[in-house]
Structures are given as C-alpha cells and as structure tokens.
C-alpha cells in the first residue's frame, strides 16, 4: 500500500518592490503560511512559494530619485521583504523574484509562443494610465476620475504595444467558472468578476511598454519590455519549473496546477481573468482556486503612506511578539469584509484571549501538576458527568477546524480552538482543584481533573500550531509532549499517563496597560526623529551657500508655487543639458525646459510630481519657449536632484 503524500501548492501574490510592506501586506503571507503549515499536519506534501515583483516604471522611477540602478533598488527592497516574511516565521518553500535569470527567460518565451500563435498582436495603445498599479484603464472604468484601483491619479498615455487577445478566451472562461464554482472565492468576489469584467465584454490587455526600459525585453523586439503583469503571474509556473519546451522540473509536474492563489481583492481581476486566459493560451492547466482576502485596515481606511496611517510588522512585533501579531491578524479578519487593526484593539486581544484565556490556563494547569503531585501527570480514571462536555469538545475541534480551514475559514478555525480553551478553564471553575486538594479521597479524582486538562490543552495546542507555532511549541515543551498530527487530535487520552510537566512553567503572555503602550508608541514615533543630530558642533555633509539680500514678504508673495505632474518630456534637440516637459498644474498643462538632462531621462520625468516656479515670465532656451521653472536641489558636486513632495499631493496644490 502507498503511504505517498498528496501534494498541494499555495502561493501568495508576490509583494512590489517599491518600499517596505505595511502590516496589511504582511497579513497576507501569515495567512498562507497557517494554511500551508495546517496542511502539512493534515498529511499533505505541501509546496509553499512567496517571492517578490520586481520590474515595472514605478521602480525605475523610484530608482532614479534614489540615484541607484532599479537593480539595486529591488535588491534591497526585496531583501527587507524576505527579512520581514522571516521574523514572522513563516514556513515558505521557494522565495521567487521575477528578476531571477530562470524566470525572465522563461518569461521571454512565453511571450514569443504567444505571438506565434496569435494570441499575442502589435498595435497602438491610447488610454489613461495608472503608474502605481501599473494598469491602462478606460474612462468607464473610473471612479470619479480616478484609479478604480488605488484611487490614484491617471494620466493620458499613448504608445505602441503588444496585446494579448483575451476575446480568443472569455466564452471558455466564462464557462470554466459557471462549471467550478469553487474557483473564484469568495463568492461575492466571484459575482463581482462575472457581473463587472467578463460578461459586459473584455477589451484586449496590453502586455507590453516602451516609455521605460526596467523589464523583461520582448526577445524579438528589444524597444518593448514585458508588461509587468504577464511578467509576475507567470511566476507561479516559473517558480516550480515550468518550461516552455516541456522540460518541465519535477517540482512543477508533481505540484501544478496549485491548489489555492492566495490574494488580495484588489488585484482579483489580473489572477481570475488575465492568468487563466494566459494558462488557456499556453494550454496550461488552471489553478484549483482564487481567493480573493479582504484588506486590514487602519482605523477606518485602508493603509497608505500618503495618509500616514501605516503600521508596520517590525513596530508590532516589538510590543507584542511575533505570534500576537499573527494570533491578532488571522483572528480579526472576516471571511470576505475588510479587518481593522489599531492598537487599542491588539491590546485588547493581548490581554483579554492571549494573557487569560491560554496564559492563564496553561500555567494554572502546570502549577496545579506540581503543586499537588510534584508535576506528575496521571489520569486515575475517576470520572465524573462534567468531564464527559469537556472530552466530547475536545475530541470535536479537530473535525471543526478542518472544516473552517476547508473553506479558508481561518478566522473561524481560530475561534473554535479558543472556545475549547475557554472550555477548559470554565471546567476548572466547575471542579474546583483547590477544593478537591483539600480532601486526600479525592486525590484520584484531582488527578483525573488535571489530566483532562493536560490532555485537552494538547490537543488546544496541536490544532494553534498551525497559527502560532512558537507558543505552540512553547506549551507543548512544558507539558513534555510532542505535537499530534490532526487524526491523532480525534481521540481523547493519549497523553502518555505518569509524564511529568516542567517545574519552571513559563509566562507565555503579559498583560499590557494600553495607556504605557500608547506611551511608548508616540515616544517610538518621536524617537525617529532626533534633534540632538541636527545639534551637533560640528555638522557633517552641510552647505554653505552666501547668503543674497533679504527680501520683503510682500516681493515673496509675488511668486507662486504649485505642485506639477509630469505627463510627458523629451529631450531637447541638439542640447547637452536640456529636457522639455509637459507639466500638468491644475486644468492647465505648462511646457518647461530644465538642465537637468545628466540627472534624468525622459522616461524617468514622466509621472514625477514635482514643485514648479509657476509665475517665471516665459522665456526661450535653445528656441524652445519654457514657461516656469523646476525646483532643484544641488550639492557640492553640482549634481541636481527634483524638489518632489514627501505625500502624494493632487497637481495644482499650492506650495506655501
């Protein structure tokens, strides 16, 4: 008989190397690793793969302000990310970034196959562009003008492109989802697809650009990079091994199709539309399933650095432990509506389940052990009607969790377990060991209440692995037990009767006083900023301009500031120096010339905000009429760099 394991594949959408992920984004890969950890328990051979994406214009932008290559830059973003997907303990199989050698070759060749079979057509493109999400939208797609996506500003953009022909595919999608109900979940996610996207009709995706150079070249035609979405969906095949010709690697041919794309609803259109077309066109196989998790949100909104609501894992962690914050996002998020997270709430967590309920139950049953039998642990069978509630929950939780994780019901798995640890200190509370200790004719039967207690935190235990590994670990450990599999969590007493528990039980979690954490986190805040540095004697890497003739606050109010978008620029012909840009200020559209050509490209001008002397009397450079002025920084080496505001200001916003 074959004992083989069966496999099953998860993924995550792979996080954007444009910064730093806040909590929301961390959420996501918590959230797959207790799915994939649980798996595992359950008997599965489970291939876990997370990773970065990492091409795209908004690096190359980002990039440029830093004044590093894209390459650089993703090098250490993605680095911080992996830090950060570390110091959760999260279990992942494979790390993919999409700027690794395998990956872009492969994805090189997925676009020739496509366009040799027709799939894949050149045309023009001309349509409003999103830069941060990366996506062309059509004026009927926006909502009040702005990214349906982000709720960012477009911008006009025209080009020539590469076009996957989605109208080849979407009957057979069409098809495909009415006949696998499970494959878009959840549901109301599902509805949103078919209702929003497919059935009014698809207009072809462009999977090409040639106004920035940060990509996968086209092989056959080197000015068109790929489109950053072709390029990082095509990472949950690469990843395992897929290969164009057939030579597929052996992780690929045992683990696709995956089992569960684990996503973010925001991007639900690109994983349940544009990949599976993707897949029919390369004759690949579908993924089993979509999910579509809702946002963690901040207070009310959704996070963002532009609002200054962002919360990072790091910042948490160093309040609560790792695995608070995993207990407190997995647990606070609904099925299919939106979490919020504050710091009221995760204190509030922390004291209330994590400190009582499990803290205090696992050391009141330790010390007891000890207390009474010198940390023996032995079931007299001595029973009684009120262990029978107790056994029968205990031995239940294990089919209610899978059932909950079945469907990615995580938040609902967790609180079954916590309801079987409630249950056990409510049968403290009923039996009275204090009580029973008194009378040496009821030493069998306390015996009896405490193995009850030891066998049932185990099984409680057990089941938290998967969620919160470490205290899991931890309380295992001092029961001096191991962790059961989920069929060995069916059967009650397996507990080896006489084991001893540890002498020294630990504290797994502190209450916390949310006014001294509220303390602490505004003087982290504050701590950020330190003035004592810009105090110094002798200041380091300072300029020393003369200074000019003061002026009146009458002669400064005569000039105006506003903050500009740059829509397009090109270099100025015959000019070492010069570039002219197109810059958007309100309703108007300014054309500008700056010497700025050494430090920017054209691609790297367009979509920066920007501060703009807007009232300069026009004049020509290089018979080229400018009419305002770029503000720029310059250091000691002459080198210039853009004025570009800290937030993401609307173009037009007044600098005062």
Known sequence: MCNCKKPYYITTAIAYTSGKPHIGNTYEIVLADSIARFKRQEGYEVFFQTGTDE????????????????????????????????MMNTSYDKFIRTTDSYHEEQVQKIFKKLYEKGDIYKGHYEGLYCTPCESFFTPSQLVDGKCPDCGGEVQPAKEEAYFLKLSNYTDR??????????????????????????????????????????????????????????????????????????????????????????????????HTIYWPIMLMALE?????????????????????????????????????????????????????????????????????????????????????????????????????AVDDELKDLAVKTADKVVTKMEQLRVADALTEIFTLFKRCNKYIDETMPWVLAKEEEKKERLETVLYNLVESITIGASLLHSFMPETAGKILAQLNTELRNIDGLKEFGRYPDGNKVTETPEILFARLDIKEVLEKVEAAKAAEIKPEEAQKEEPVNVID????????????????????????????????????????????????????????????????????????????????????????????????????????????????
């Open 545 to 656: 301009i003369p200074a000019k003739d003061e002026i009146s606050y009458d002669d400064f109010m005569k000039l105006q500031f506003q903050v500009g978008e740059i829509i397009a620029c090109e270099e100025v012909p015959k000019s070492k120096k010069l570039l002219c840009s197109q810059v958007r200020i309100g309703s108007q559209v300014k054309q500008i010339v700056s010497g700025i050509k050494a430090y920017y490209t054209p691609e790297q001008m367009v979509g920066k905000k920007v501060m703009v002397l807007v009232n300069l009397k026009p004049a020509k450079l290089a018979g080229i009429l400018s009419e305002g002025m770029l503000l720029c920084a310059e250091n000691e080496n002459g080198d210039l760099a853009l004025m570009i505001p800290e937030k993401d200001m609307t173009p037009g916003a007044e600098i005062c």
């Open 55 to 86: 091409h795209g214009q908004k690096i190359e932008n980002k990039a440029g302000a830093a004044g590093i290559t894209p390459k650089e830059f993703v090098d250490g973003v993605a680095a911080q990310i992996q830090d950060i997907w570390d």
């Open 173 to 270: 999608l069409i098809e495909h989802i009415k006949t696998h109900p499970e494959f878009i979940q959840p549901e109301s996610r599902k509805n949103e697809m078919m209702n929003n996207f497919l059935l009014p009709g698809l207009q072809d995706l462009c999977v090409s650009r040639t106004s920035f150079k940060w990509g996968i070249p086209v092989s056959f035609d080197e000015k068109h990079v790929v489109y950053v979405w072709l390029d990082a969906l095509s990472n949950y095949i690469t990843g395992p091994g897929y290969d164009i010709d057939g030579n597929h690697g052996e992780l690929y041919n045992k683990f696709w199709p995956a089992d569960l794309h684990l996503i973010g609803k925001d991007i639900l259109r690109f």
């Open 284 to 384: 690949v196989p579908l993924p089993k399933q979509v999910f579509g998790h809702p946002w963690l949100l901040q207070g009310e909104g959704k996070m963002s650095k532009s609002k200054g609501n962002v919360l990072y894992a790091d910042e948490l962690v160093q309040f609560f432990g790792v695995d608070a914050v995993r207990y407190f996002v997995l647990h606070e998020m609904p099925f299919d509506n939106d979490g919020v997270i504050t710091w009221e709430l995760m204190v509030e967590r922390m004291n209330s389940d994590l400190a009582n309920t499990l803290g205090n139950l696992v050391n009141r049953t330790i010390s007891m052990s000890n207390k009474y039998f010198g940390g023996t642990v032995r079931n007299a069978g001595v029973k009684e």
